[in-house]
Each structure stands twice: as structure tokens, then as C-alpha cells.
């Protein structure tokens, strides 16, 4: 069974602080897929990033960054010099193929002016 | 535009009175799915389609019904609808069967309140 943990339930920082939000994994299968969204205050889900597990090149867009370890099975993420507009609820997710993506529990992120 | 709309976007009804949220997509998807999301649990899977006629239960299906008679829509049903199925609901669209590589496409949520 896949699982995915977001461990932290809520971050609060100062703005211009970086901030690292944490994903850790499981799953058997080999062939898989990790994603992130974000879902502001607004409500709406929005889509960041999808790796592949055969990938495991960091990423960087803007002030998004993503590092994926398969050797700790964590892909997490990175906002450096956080802005009052990144405050949103951050969701890992997981897909290998099963039809149902696993979603982690979300991480809210507070930036403070 | 290419999106994914859902209706009602708020909903207050009591134990018991049939419901139906609607969920219609215009970017001609195979793959539709519902969720729901709660307090601390993140989202979870209720029902998923991978093309017309066919559905499959996703991880929290009890208390749920739906159809999908068309491509394009994908109706949620709730018979019955109880206080614990209180939550925020979104419908979710991808383009291909296999949805392991496909990111979703979500619709913009409907916050049921039973009563």
C-alpha cells in the first residue's frame, strides 16, 4: 500500500525566510509518481510539480525548488524568501499506476509580513 | 477556458435529503474522480472513472453514488447524507486512463454542510 506523510501540520514564518516543507514516501513499486499542490486561502487546488521516480534531478522554478532522495524516499520542497502569497495549504501526493493517487494530510503554510 | 466546474460551490441540507453535486469537464478527459477533504486528513478518493459506463470505488466510497452517462460529467450522489459527510468536496479530472503520470485538473470545491 502506497502512504504518503507530511509530518508538518503547520509552518509559520516571517516573510523572506526560506522554508522547507517535508514528503516522505512508501511504496513498493518501482515506476512511480510524486506531485505537489497548493491549495490558497481561496480553496482551489493548484498544480506545481510532478517527478517521476526515475528522476531524481532537483528542480527549480522561481523561488520553488524541489529535492527528490529515493534513498530516504522524501521529495520536499523549498520556498526561498518566502512571500505573504505563498501562505496556502501545501499537499504532497503519490501515484503508482493503482487509479487512486494518495494524498498526504497537507501542510499549512503561514507567512507573516 | 479549460476547466472542471462544480455546482453547487456551497450546500446546506439536512440528514437524510437526497443530494447531487455536479462536476462537468470540457477538456474531454478520460479519467474523472471525486474527493474529499477533512480537517487533518488531507484528501481522500471516494470514487474514480476511468472512461463512460465505467466507475470504481476509490478509498472512501460508503454513502456515495455516482454515473458517468457521459464524458463529460460526473455527478456525486448522496442517497442519504449523514453529519459525517460533512466536508469539502472536489471533483478532479486527468486526461488518460493511466492517471499514475498525469497531474489532476480540480474543480474549484463544493463545502456540503449536513445538518
Same mark, same amino acid.
Given at each position: 500500500?502506497?502512504?504518503?506523510?507530511?509530518a508538518?501540520?503547520?509552518?509559520?514564518?516571517?516573510?523572506k +525566510?526560506?522554508?522547507?516543507?517535508?514528503?516522505?514516501?512508501?511504496?513498493?513499486?518501482?515506476?512511480?509518481?510524486?506531485?505537489?499542490y497548493?491549495?490558497?486561502?481561496?480553496?482551489?487546488?493548484?498544480?506545481?510539480?510532478?517527478?517521476?521516480?526515475?528522476?531524481?534531478?532537483? +528542480?527549480?522554478?522561481?523561488?520553488?525548488?524541489?529535492?527528490?532522495?529515493?534513498?530516504?524516499?522524501?521529495?520536499?520542497?523549498?520556498i526561498?524568501?518566502?512571500?505573504?502569497?505563498?501562505?496556502?495549504?501545501?499537499?504532497?501526493?503519490?501515484?503508482?499506476?493503482?487509479?487512486?493517487?494518495?494524498?498526504?494530510r497537507?501542510?499549512?503554510?503561514?507567512?507573516?509580513? | 477556458?479549460?476547466?472542471v466546474? %462544480?455546482?453547487?460551490?456551497?450546500?446546506?441540507?439536512?440528514?437524510?435529503?437526497?443530494?447531487?453535486?455536479?462536476?462537468?469537464?470540457?477538456?474531454?478527459?478520460?479519467?474523472?474522480?471525486?474527493?474529499? %477533504?477533512?480537517?487533518g486528513?488531507?484528501?481522500? %478518493?471516494?470514487?474514480?472513472?476511468?472512461n463512460?459506463?465505467?466507475?470504481?470505488?476509490?478509498?472512501?466510497?460508503?454513502?456515495?453514488?455516482?454515473?458517468?452517462?457521459?464524458?463529460?460529467?460526473?455527478?456525486?450522489?448522496?442517497?442519504?447524507p449523514?453529519?459525517?459527510?460533512t466536508?469539502?468536496y /472536489?471533483?478532479?479530472?486527468?486526461?488518460?486512463?493511466?492517471?499514475?503520470?498525469?497531474?489532476?485538473f /480540480?474543480?474549484?470545491?463544493? %463545502?456540503?454542510?449536513?445538518?
Open positions: 500500500a502506497q502512504k504518503v506523510t507530511q508538518q501540520t503547520e509552518i509559520s514564518v516571517v516573510e +525566510e526560506d522554508v522547507t516543507l517535508d514528503c516522505v514516501y512508501e511504496t513498493r513499486d518501482t515506476t512511480y509518481y510524486l506531485f505537489w497548493k491549495q490558497p486561502p481561496s480553496g482551489e487546488l493548484v498544480f506545481l510539480i510532478r517527478r517521476n521516480s526515475f528522476d531524481e534531478q532537483n +528542480e527549480i522554478s522561481g523561488r520553488y525548488s524541489w529535492n527528490f532522495q529515493k534513498s530516504t524516499s522524501s521529495f520536499n520542497f523549498t526561498t524568501a518566502s512571500q505573504v502569497v505563498d501562505s496556502a495549504v501545501y499537499f504532497c501526493a503519490l501515484s503508482d499506476g493503482s487509479y487512486i493517487p494518495t494524498f498526504g497537507g501542510t499549512s503554510l503561514i507567512v507573516h509580513p | 477556458e479549460a476547466q466546474t %462544480q455546482n453547487p460551490r456551497y450546500l446546506i441540507t439536512v440528514t437524510g435529503k437526497k443530494l447531487t453535486v455536479t462536476c462537468s469537464q470540457n477538456m474531454n478527459h478520460e479519467y474523472m474522480s471525486w474527493y474529499r %477533504q477533512d480537517p486528513l488531507g484528501l481522500r %478518493q471516494i470514487y474514480y472513472s476511468m463512460v459506463e465505467v466507475t470504481d470505488k476509490g478509498d472512501v466510497p460508503e454513502g456515495y453514488k455516482v454515473s458517468r452517462k457521459e464524458k463529460r460529467n460526473f455527478p456525486l450522489i448522496l442517497e442519504s449523514s453529519p459525517n459527510q466536508s469539502l /472536489f471533483c478532479a479530472s486527468s486526461p488518460n486512463r493511466d492517471t499514475s503520470n498525469e497531474k489532476l /480540480f474543480g474549484s470545491g463544493t %463545502q456540503l454542510s449536513v445538518l
